[in-house]
Structure formats: structure tokens, C-alpha cells
């Protein structure tokens, strides 16, 4: 069965660190994953989509198909980082359901 | 308009009440869905519209009663709640069934107590 992994429910790290929030997905086929992020008090919204491999925000997510992670890095943190990020894993014949990881939430330390 | 309207923001319900979400989008998107997000936790997903047809009811409960008027609005109709039903609820929206079906866009939510 398709799962998203996000090993570690809390992350916690000093402002102006590097950021990496893991993300490992279970699908045999050719996923599609994607990063969302729900900052407080606002919607959760999309932040990557692995096809665009686009930064947004200073984030970028590589789809290690090897590894398959596709883990969610930023070289220096800043304190509006800190959110929950949510892995999320669409497939072919997926039917509009999307398998989401347990979140993780990200806390920045000034 | 990009955003996904959702009213109202909160809602206090007794059990015994019958009250009503509703979700609006003007992007021309043909995918809608309400998902049920409990604190901390990922969405849920409830139910999904394509084109205005039901498309998935993820086994939920009969007393969540999902509509879709038009391709541009999207009800969610509630009677007879546990207080366990309590939670967040959201509104999304998504092109369609051809293109892009993981880029969800969301609304603020639904605040939902139910006593």
C-alpha cells in the first residue's frame, strides 16, 4: 500500500541553521510528491510540487527515487519558517486521493 | 479570485441541531473536496466532486451529508453530530481530474464544537 513517512513529529533549530525535514514515501510507481505547509492561523496551502523543481521560499525538495524520499531542505532558517509541513504523495490512478505524512511541525529558535 | 471561500469560520452545534458549511471557488476548478483535520494531525479526506458528481465518500458517516450545487459551490450538511465530530474542516479545491490532481488549493476552514 502507497504510505508517506515523516519520521520526526517535532523539529527544532536555531535560526540561520539548515532545515531538513524528512520525507520517505512507500509507491512503486511513479509518484508525484509534494510539500505542504500550514503556517498558524492560516490555511495549509502548497509549497513544491517535485515536478516544478522550483525554490520557493528558500526550499527546495529533491525526489531521490533510489531513496524514495524526497526530503525538504533549507540552508537558513528564519523564525517565519516555523510551521507544520505536511509530505504528500499523489499517483496515477490515484483517483484524487492524496497519502499524506503525519506532518512534521518545525520550530525556529531565534 | 484564487482563494477558496469558506463560511462560517466557527461553529458551535448541539447534537440535536441541523447546520450547514459551505465552501465557494472562482478559479473554474472541477475537482472539490471537504477534508476533516484534527488538531496537529493531516487532513482527512471526506468526500471529492468531480464536475459536480461525487466521486469518493471515504466510508463517512451519514450524518455528514455532502452538495454540490454547481461546479462553483459546495455544501457540507450536518445533523445529528457526536461531540467526536468535532474538528476542522476544510475546503479545497483542484483543476480537475486530467492535470494536477495533488495541487490542492485550500480554504481557511470551518471551526466545528459540537457539545
Known amino acids: 500500500a502507497q504510505r508517506v513517512t515523516q519520521p520526526e513529529k517535532l523539529l527544532s533549530v536555531f535560526k540561520g541553521a539548515p532545515v531538513e525535514l524528512k520525507c520517505n514515501y512507500s509507491y512503486s510507481g511513479s509518484p508525484e510528491l509534494f510539500w505542504y505547509v500550514q503556517y498558524s492561523r492560516q490555511r495549509l496551502q502548497l509549497l513544491l510540487r517535485?515536478?516544478?523543481?522550483?525554490s520557493i521560499k528558500g526550499f527546495t525538495a529533491d525526489l531521490n527515487k533510489g531513496e524514495t524520499s524526497f526530503h525538504l531542505k533549507k540552508p537558513f532558517a528564519q523564525e517565519e519558517d516555523s510551521a507544520m509541513y505536511y509530505c504528500a504523495l499523489s499517483f496515477m490512478d490515484s483517483n484524487y486521493q492524496l497519502i499524506w505524512g503525519a506532518g512534521t511541525k518545525l520550530i525556529i529558535k531565534p | 479570485d484564487t482563494e477558496v471561500t469558506q463560511t462560517p469560520k466557527h461553529l458551535v452545534m448541539g447534537m440535536t441541531n441541523k447546520k450547514s458549511l459551505k465552501c465557494e471557488q472562482h478559479m473554474g476548478h472541477r475537482a472539490m473536496y471537504w477534508y476533516k483535520q484534527k488538531a496537529k494531525k493531516p487532513p482527512e479526506l471526506m468526500f471529492v466532486y468531480s464536475y459536480e458528481k461525487l466521486s469518493i465518500n471515504e466510508s463517512v458517516p451519514s450524518r455528514f451529508s455532502p452538495e454540490c450545487p454547481n461546479s462553483s459551490l459546495l455544501n457540507l450538511h450536518l445533523h445529528a453530530l457526536q461531540p467526536e465530530d468535532s474538528a476542522l474542516y476544510l475546503c479545497?479545491?483542484?483543476?480537475?481530474?486530467?492535470?494536477?490532481?495533488?495541487?490542492?488549493?485550500f480554504g481557511e476552514g470551518s471551526r466545528l464544537t459540537v457539545l
Open positions: 479545497a479545491s483542484s483543476q480537475g481530474r486530467t492535470s494536477n490532481t495533488g495541487e490542492l488549493f
Open positions: 517535485h515536478i516544478s523543481r522550483e
